[in-house]
T-cell receptor, first 112, second 111 residues
Framework: ETGVTQTPRHLVMGMTNKKSLKCEQH?????MYWYKQSAKKPLELMFV???????ENNSVPSRFSPECPNSSHLFLHLHTLQPEDSALYLC???????????FGSGTQLSVL | GQQLNQSPQSMFIQEGEDVSMNCTSS?????WLWYKQEPGEGPVLLIA?????ELTSNGRLTAQFGITRKDSFLNISASIPSDVGIYFC???????????FGQGTRLTINP
């Protein structure tokens, strides 16, 4: 238990579906992150939020839409995804942007 | 962009053996982190290094921040079955926001 909880753990969706991934951290951290982990590729940073403000969008396609309503919660809204978007999506948090990351268990996403 | 070369990509060892893996880069980093990921879970931080030359231990794990700031290694002594997993290095510039991850070393242990 790292203090970062992600739901759902597994998700299967069609290319026309809309779904959302949820992340909640119980560590009192101020920065939250979305990473994508594909097979045989390094972890890819997608988005960074610091004190609810987005500070990094790593050229992510608009079919991925993040939302950070407060410092403890982070969402990733998914719409019209492609099969190549299938991956493990990891949420992480840190006390500030300059500190080590704590990861959630991830959501394993399959797009059919 | 910055890249990390992590090696080896995979290791198959006998229980009780020592393990060594490393990460190298052409870029300088201010922070080196080592994570372990088990199947179905997210990466868990093992060791964080913040100064060139720093040598830090966590139980049977030892990691060093290279003097040139372009490399780091992780050693595991007397491996046990629960050491199985994928080990990632990560280099940081200006803090966690700029972490660059290696491709991982998959460790398999034969009992």
């Amino acid at each position: 238990e790292t203090g970062v909880t992600q739901t759902p753990r597994h998700l299967v969706m069609g290319m026309t579906n809309k779904k959302s991934l949820k992340c909640e951290q119980h560590l009192g951290h101020n920065a939250m992150y979305w990473y994508k982990q594909s097979a045989k590729k390094p972890l890819e940073l997608m988005f960074v939020y610091n004190f609810k403000e987005q500070t990094e969008n790593n050229s992510v396609p608009s079919r991925f839409s993040p939302e950070c309503p407060n410092s403890s919660h982070l969402f990733l809204h998914l719409h019209t995804l492609q099969p190549e978007d299938s991956a493990l999506y990891l949420c992480a948090s840190s006390r500030t942007e300059n500190e080590k990351l704590f990861f959630g268990s991830g959501t394993q996403l399959s797009v059919l | 962009g910055q890249q990390l070369n992590q090696s080896p990509q995979s290791m198959f060892i006998q229980e009780g053996e020592d393990v060594s893996m490393n990460c190298t880069s052409s870029s300088i980093f201010n922070t080196w982190l080592w994570y372990k990921q088990e199947p179905g879970e997210g990466p868990v931080l093992l060791i964080a290094l913040y100064k060139a030359g720093e040598l830090t231990s966590n139980g049977r794990l030892t990691a060093q921040f290279g003097i040139t700031r372009k490399d780091s290694f992780l050693n595991i002594s007397a491996s046990i079955p629960s050491d199985v997993g994928i080990y990632f290095c990560a280099g940081g510039i200006q803090g966690a926001q700029k972490l660059v991850f290696g491709q991982g070393t998959r460790l398999t242990i034969n009992p």
